[in-house]
């Protein structure tokens, strides 16, 4: 079955940086197509960061665009987000999605299980 593990969260000072990554994994054959980061802070709704087509064109959110890059490895089936300039607000659990097709099956979207960032002094 399609897993997506996460990697990369903690505690960081405001203004600091920190490397989220989320590999993508299947006991059968599979592509990996659009990747998104999101993320949802207590009592808030989750909210789309970043997406990156299968071709490599990106999306980003107002409130990130500018200082948070998303890419990937695609030989690694692998999504990256690279945040940089880090404020109190951007505290949240961040999940990673991914809409996958795996052999004998349609295309599914799938979720990481969520790494906690914390933006604070």
């Known amino acids: 079955q399609v897993q997506l593990v996460e990697s990369g969260g903690g505690l960081v000072q405001p203004g600091g940086s920190l490397r989220l990554s989320c590999a993508a994994s299947a006991g059968t054959m599979f592509r990996v197509n659009t990747m998104e980061w999101y993320r949802q802070a207590p009592g808030k709704q989750r909210d789309v960061v970043a997406t990156?087509?299968?071709?490599?064109?990106?999306n980003y959110a107002d409130f990130v665009r500018g200082r948070f890059t998303i890419s990937r490895d695609s030989a690694k089936n692998t999504v990256y987000l690279q945040m940089d300039s880090l404020k109190p607000e951007d505290t949240a659990v961040y999940y990673c999605?991914?809409?996958?097709?795996?052999?004998?099956?349609?295309?599914?979207?799938?979720w990481g299980q969520g790494t906690q960032v914390t933006v604070s002094s």
């Open positions: 990156i087509t299968r071709s490599g064109s990106t």
């Open positions: 999605y991914a809409n996958i097709w795996a052999v004998g099956a349609h295309e599914t979207g799938y």
